[in-house]
């Protein structure tokens, strides 16, 4: 086993460099030290605890919520030539025997348990006998109570530093907020670790977020025209309608397969399964799907349904393109998702100051949402990185929205809501304004106000818009007690005493449909070579029962297309490729190549 940190991620790993802020994590931890990583999907945790597990004496002990996937992080671990195992309720008594005594005699570089397993006193008393390398906490955001992946076993791992004070203990997770770091550092016991934070941004992920009209229509365009035979992931905000779009999905004879909770665990395992392991597979989910999800290649995520706060809708959408290739996170909300989020929060449980809390970040994601300039500019000022230019990758850089000035409109919209009580809905609001002649006008007597008929000049559509706006900005509040009635905010005032003006954005006619360049495939890949590659590496994969990206990613397969390596030496080269896989794999995959050029 090489010695020091560079040396084992070229050989064992097969990568030319660290990325910041890697190398000095692993410096750190090797030297007995403490750390919170805070690093955005796909940047390159794991290597953070893998390393250090590998140069200091004894196991590394990894704390990961999933038992599920554990399997897959410890076959990619031991294609690498890397001891690991996981120990879960799956495993046959005599396996777990083998483990506990790979434990004791110090040959075991790494352990995943799940906290629940972790704490069990027989487990405990096993690590009391065992020399530990250190503790990895992976997704410790699990510790938060006001986030929405919270166990209740991660409260208990504060006993981790009370019974193994010598152990350095590394907590990671890609949340990034304020408050959930300090959660994590209180439940965790890490007031004295230093804190590393890489940048958040995920510049190959194109943000795009549209008005909905015909939700299915949408998506369907946007599915046949970027991401044929692509796997993707789809959020939808009720099991309901998950299990509608992913039957509707086959029927479009598209490959998905619904996941929430409301699914068997044995068929929730299989999808997930099925997801890993073959290519091409949409799954359509709630939020109950994704946590810990390693696949790298995952194209696309598509909110279909709005989701609560940017946390919860940045994690989500981080979970695309993992391996650094370009991936869209495309989104469709309207109004009716505002009101039925607002529903759900005032009939959740929980105390008004919850409530209120979550009206806020349900507020901050509705300003994403309405946004005239870049998208990714806000995101990341939402988690308080600055970045100084546009990104060019999002769709408010790609096609900038227009904006008019409502000013003259939104004064209209207000005052039919204050004259009619504030009591009534959107729908009724527009009949006020466009002067219709409806049952409820004149039950009402609204033929009669002012703002009746002012509004001639919009079409219903137009007005939607506004009033949508109104509500995402803040203006109004819907109130849900009373079906959606629309109510005036403190807000409000400047606009009605003409002191403030108000540009509203230009809803588009049509959904942008300038695509992402891409193709997964730069041009002057030969998609024949690629596919051919992709073949070998599947039936690799099929034949040891693991997903095909364990095996080489993406990425690496790309690289071969390009470097076209026909010996050990040049292959030896390629991003992904350690001595294990060379060893293991470089001639099938250099025959493959070698074949391929002989042919022209
Ligand atoms: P995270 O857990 O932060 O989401 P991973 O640890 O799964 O991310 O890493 C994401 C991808 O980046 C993996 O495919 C990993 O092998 C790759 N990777 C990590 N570090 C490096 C590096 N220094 N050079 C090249 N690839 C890397
Ligand atoms: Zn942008």
Redesign the pocket.
């Known amino acids: 086993m090489p010695t020091d940190a560079d040396q084992i991620?070229q050989t064992i790993?097969g990568?030319?460099?660290?990325?910041s802020p890697?190398k000095e994590i692993i410096e750190s931890i090797s030297g007995g030290d403490d750390a919170l990583v805070l690093?955005?999907?796909?940047?390159?945790?794991?290597?953070?605890y893998q390393i250090p597990a590998l140069l200091r004496n004894g196991c590394g002990i990894v704390v990961s919520p999933l038992i599920a996937l554990m399997q897959d992080q410890v076959s990619a671990l031991r294609l690498l030539g890397v001891n690991a195992a996981f120990l879960n309720s799956t495993l046959e008594r005599d396996e777990v025997a083998s483990i506990e005594h790979q434990l004791k005699d110090g040959t075991l570089d790494l352990l995943y348990i799940a906290p629940e397993r972790l704490l069990q006193n027989r487990t405990i008393t096993l690590l009391q006998e065992t020399t530990i390398a250190l503790f990895a906490i992976?997704e410790a955001h699990c510790v938060s109570q006001w986030g929405h992946d919270f166990r209740a076993d991660y409260l208990e791992l504060s006993l981790l530093c009370e019974l193994f004070p010598e152990v350095p203990r590394i907590a990671?997770t890609?949340t990034a907020d304020e408050r959930t770091r300090r959660e994590i550092i209180n439940q965790l016991k890490l007031e004295h670790a230093p804190h590393y934070i890489a940048g958040f941004d995920r510049p190959n992920i194109r943000y795009r977020i549209a008005l909905k009209n015909n939700t299915k229509q949408q998506f369907l365009r946007f599915l046949k025209n970027e991401h044929q035979g692509e796997s993707g992931i789809v959020y939808c905000l009720s099991r309901n309608r998950v299990d509608q779009i992913a039957s509707w999905l086959e029927t479009q004879r598209f490959k998905a397969l619904p996941y929430h909770a409301g699914i068997s665990s044995s068929k929730r395992a299989e999808h997930q399964a099925r997801f890993l392991r073959e290519e091409g597979i949409i799954i359509v989910a709630t939020i109950a799907f994704g946590m810990g999800i390693?696949k790298?290649d995952v194209r696309f995520v598509a909110h279909l349904d709005l989701p609560k706060t940017i946390e919860a809708y940045y994690q989500e959408t981080?979970r695309a393109g993992?391996?650094?290739l370009p991936a869209n996170a495309w989104m469709i909300y309207g109004l009716q998702d505002v009101i039925k989020l607002r529903q759900m929060m005032q009939n959740s449980e929980g105390n008004e100051e919850h409530k209120r809390a979550e009206q806020h970040r349900l507020n901050a994601m509705l300003g994403l949402c309405e946004i005239t300039s870049c998208r990714r500019q806000a995101l990341l000022g939402y988690f308080d990185e600055h970045l100084s230019e546009a990104c060019g990758n999002c769709d408010t850089c790609i096609d900038p929205p227009r904006t008019w000035d409502g000013t003259e409109f939104a004064r209209m919209a207000l005052s039919a809501a204050y004259r009619t009580g504030q009591r009534f809905g959107v729908n009724h609001l527009i009949d006020v304004l466009r002067g219709a002649e409806t049952d409820r006008i004149f039950q009402f007597g609204h033929h009669h106000l002012p703002a009746y008929g002012i509004g001639k000049l919009l079409g219903a559509n137009d007005w939607r818009s506004v009033f949508r706006q109104l509500v995402a900005r803040g203006f109004l509040s819907v109130d849900i007690d009373r079906f959606g009635a629309l109510r005036l905010e403190e807000i409000c005032r400047p606009l009605l005493r003409g002191e403030a003006k108000i540009e509203l954005r230009k809803d588009p006619d049509k959904v942008s449909t300038k695509r992402q360049t891409r193709n997964p495939l730069p041009s002057d890949i030969d998609t024949a070579l690629w596919e051919a590659l992709r073949e070998c590496r599947r039936s690799f994969a099929s034949e040891l029962g693991i997903p095909p990206?364990v095996i080489f990613?993406d990425?690496s397969l790309q690289e071969m297309c390009l470097m076209l390596p026909t010996d050990f030496d040049n292959f030896s080269q390629i991003?992904?490729v350690g001595e294990r896989k060379l060893e293991k794999y470089g001639a099938a995959f250099i025959a493959v190549i070698t074949e391929h050029l002989a042919t022209y």
Not at 15 to 19: D, G, H, L, V
Not at 39 to 48: E, V, Y
Request: with cysteine.
């Open positions: 991620l790993f990568y030319a460099s660290f990325r890697q690093m955005p999907t796909g940047g390159g945790k794991s290597l953070c992976d990671l890609a390693d790298p981080g993992r391996d650094g990206y990613n990425a991003s992904g």
